[in-house]
Every structure is written in structure tokens, then in C-alpha cells.
């Protein structure tokens, strides 16, 4: 076995010293970039954090906007459902018109074929039948300004002049028919007569 001479220890010392240096400045570096990674990591988390709350608070925007736009089709429907319903009664209102009939609906063609053919039990039960067809009509065409009210009340077979009308009308609370249906009778005698016979033969009678 050789010796080691003092030129190699030396030199082995100088290799040791170097690879220490190397070794140090090694570990400094790996240091710097954990460091970095950390530094990196953190930054990550944060701008992930952001990105996080953003997206809770876009979710929470569109959450609104999609309850404002359900309330929107919900009016919308209600309003297009409205609208159909409308658009029934002014084709009713068209059809009526196209007829030509006159302000009573039609109703006195009918009662003189029942006065002239049926008995006076079927006219009298007919008369109680319709009447509150009769009023939701005028009540109708009255609030589509399709005619008015003294046409109306000029016009109303006098088989209509009854305490059974009276009582419908104050209960569906058409105030307005009401009052010119009142004038009448005071107005013109006949028609208050009409009032008292037919008010008696419609309570007093079966249907």
C-alpha cells in the first residue's frame, strides 16, 4: 500500500474544500428555488381564492337574473293568456256585430217565437234561464265602449223588467246597469208595470 504523500493530501483537501463550496452554493440554490415555488404556491392560492370568490359572486348575479327572467315569462304568460281571452271576446263582439242584431242580443226574436209556438211555462223558464246571460252581455259590451247604457235599458224586453234581474244585478254588483235599470222604472210608468206582473209571475211560478 502506497503512502499518501503530502501533495496528495493537499490536493485532496483542495478537492474537499471545492466540492464544500459547490455543496453550499448547491443547497443555496435549491433553497432559492424552493423559495419561489412557495412564493409561486401562494400566489396560486391567492389568485385561485379570487378567482373562487368572482365565481361565487357571478353565480349569485346569475341566480338573480335567471329569477327576474322566470318572473318576466310568468308575467308574460299571464299577460299573453289575458290577451287570448281578449281577443275571444272581441271576435264575440265582431261575430255580434257582423249579425247586425239588435241592443237586446237577439232576445226578442226568440221570446215572440216562444210567445207565438211554446207555452207560457217554457217562455217564463227561458226568461229566468238567461237572465244572467243577458246582464254579463250588456255588462260586456258596455266595458268594451261597444255601446251604451241608455241603449241598453231602451232596450230591454220587458220580460227583463223582474225583481229576479234586480236581484242580479245587485249581486254581481253592476252599479251602473243599476241605476239606469231604476231610472227606467221610475221614468216610464209601463215598464214599472212590467216590473211588478213579471216579478209576480217569475217568483210565484215553478220552473
Known sequence: MSKITEQDRTMMIKHLRELSKLSTKGNIKHHSVIEKNLN???????????DRAKIDRLNAVIDMKQREIDELNSKQMDLLWNLAKQ???????EKFKEQDRPNDFGLIERISYL?????????????RSTIPWY?????SFIENS?????????????????????????KQKKFKILVYFLLTLVINPIRLIYFIKFSFILTTRKS
Do not use: G, R
Open 135 to 139: 246582464i254579463n252581455c250588456v255588462a
Open 87 to 93: 281577443e275571444k271576446k272581441i271576435a264575440a263582439l
Open 40 to 50: 409561486h404556491t401562494i400566489q396560486l392560492t391567492k389568485f385561485m381564492q379570487e
Open 115 to 127: 210567445n207565438k209556438y211554446a207555452s207560457s211555462k217554457i217562455l217564463f223558464h227561458f226568461v
Open 146 to 170: 261597444q255601446i251604451t247604457l241608455f241603449q241598453i235599458t231602451s232596450s230591454i224586453p220587458k220580460y227583463y223588467f223582474n225583481l229576479l234581474t234586480l236581484l242580479y244585478i245587485l
